[in-house]
């Protein structure tokens, strides 16, 4: 459990909280690119940290990231004129260009200073593995860019379904990183089987009937990696099936894989109580992957048919059980909700905007919930105190090179090296061998 100043250290985003400051800190996954693909296309409003924003691509195809009250009167610029490489205001005919500079002011005198005066917000943007990233903390503290890791080369493949949730980043975080509850909420499209992980049309299959895994973690310095253990179905007495899932503070967790293709969740606070969820399929060359039209479907999470344009949900919502069919859960369907994702909203959601962690009875397979909120808070703290931000202390490993991992291995295999790089191996190495000369420092002391 946690009390109730650390449930909000953890949750609150928004208003200057400190955890807020600490996620504008990192590049933020801003928005999907292609929800501004067209130079001149509608403007797109974007909600961050509880910031109201708006983006554009312009004229030239260069992104912009404003924010969304224009300057002089504070009308919403989602409504202006993207034209001529800049973004006009409706009411009085302003116009920004991307980096917040005002590039015509039909309103005011020739010769007015007023334009130099009137610069408007503007983030910094970058464009990789289909989003739009923007730099949201003070400009002398920017660290460099850096792909994610699920483009790490050009060539990959990747697959996004995206939706809006009206609930706390940190429950949905959660989520992803619990290994335990696929085993129950999954169970009807994560399905046991002999032979390799894979994914089918409709569902996944996976080596193993074990609902109770054992969980490890290992703490890194960009957040941690896990293992939830459970007995295969084939050779138990001297194999394992192991899940590794990887965390990267404070926005991603990279998921176990199957045969056909990686998958990674991007949770970005739109404010304290609403977040944006992204569910990504990534292949590499060697893997047969998924489609976008496909991925989305699978999920349940079809552009103008589970969600509209703007990624919000039409019909799957609180106030139809997310059209739960209990024939269906009569039929042998464990939840009755189509779509993994569904599945897991109905969960997240239901806890409350803000999930009550004071109120808990956690057990052994919480334990890396329990980890995630201990790092979380701590990288919280450690920002407050000693301005340090969680994944850019050295040494550090570009994101580009961490994995997520999933695989039956003999019993005697350490699982800390498992879909782990050579250089993570020894980087981690490092750090276990730090901790353990603490330890000792302290007991002797």
């Not at 569904?342 to 409350?352: K, L, T, Y």
Request: charged residues 25%.
């Amino acid at each position: 459990m946690l009390t109730a100043a650390e449930n909000d250290l953890l949750c609150r985003v928004d208003k200057g909280a400190p955890m807020g400051q600490l996620m504008r800190r990192h590049w933020v996954p801003a928005l999907l690119s292609e929800q501004v693909a067209t130079p001149d296309g509608a403007p797109v409003r974007v909600e961050l940290f509880g910031e109201k924003l708006v983006a554009f691509r312009d004229s030239d195809g260069k992104l912009g990231l404003l924010g969304e009250a224009c300057p002089h009167r504070k009308a919403s610029l989602a409504f202006g004129r993207n034209e001529q490489c800049g973004l006009r205001c409706l009411y009085h005919g302003w116009k920004f260009d991307t980096l917040g500079n005002v590039i015509d002011m039909p309103s005011e005198p020739k010769g007015s200073i007023l334009p130099e005066k009137a610069k408007h917000l503007a983030y910094p943007t970058r464009v990789a593995g289909g989003f739009v990233w923007a730099y949201m903390g003070p400009p002398e503290t920017m660290p460099e860019f850096e792909t994610p890791p699920w483009a790490p080369t050009p060539d990959v493949r990747i697959a996004i379904a995206k939706i809006e949730l009206p609930c706390n980043w940190a429950q949905i975080m959660e989520g992803q990183i619990d290994s335990a509850h696929s085993s129950s909420l999954h169970s009807s499209d994560m399905r046991p089987a002999k032979g390799d992980a894979i994914a089918k049309g409709d569902h996944w299959v996976r080596p193993s009937t074990d609902k109770n895994p054992r969980l490890q973690v290992q703490l890194t310095n960009y957040g941690m990696r896990y293992a939830a253990i459970r007995r295969p179905i084939t050779n138990a007495s001297t194999h394992d099936y192991v899940r590794i899932t990887t965390y990267v503070a404070p926005f991603i967790a990279l998921i176990p894989p199957n045969s056909s293709y990686n998958v990674a969740s991007v949770i970005v606070p739109r404010n304290d109580t609403s977040s944006y969820f992204h569910f990504i399929a990534w292949s590499e060359p060697h893997q047969t992957g998924i489609d976008v039209e496909a991925w989305r479907k699978f999920c349940v999470l079809s552009v103008g048919e589970d969600v509209d344009e703007t990624f919000r949900p039409i019909r799957r919502i609180a106030s139809n059980n997310y059209l739960q069919d209990r024939d269906l859960m009569k039929a042998g369907n464990f939840t009755g909700i189509k779509g993994i994702p569904n599945q897991d909203r109905a969960m997240w959601e239901s806890m409350g905007s803000i999930a009550d962690r004071t109120q808990e009875r956690l057990g052994a397979s919480d334990m890396a919930i329990v980890q995630f909120r201990r790092l979380m808070l701590e990288a919280v703290r450690s920002f407050q105190e000693q301005n340090r931000v969680i994944g850019q202390m050295e040494p550090r490993l570009p994101q580009a090179s961490l994995r997520s991992y999933q695989g039956v291995v003999e019993k005697s295999v350490p699982w800390r090296t498992l879909g782990a790089s050579d250089d993570e191996i020894k980087l981690l190495a490092g750090m276990e061998e730090d901790e353990t000369e603490k330890e000792m420092a302290g007991a002797t002391a």
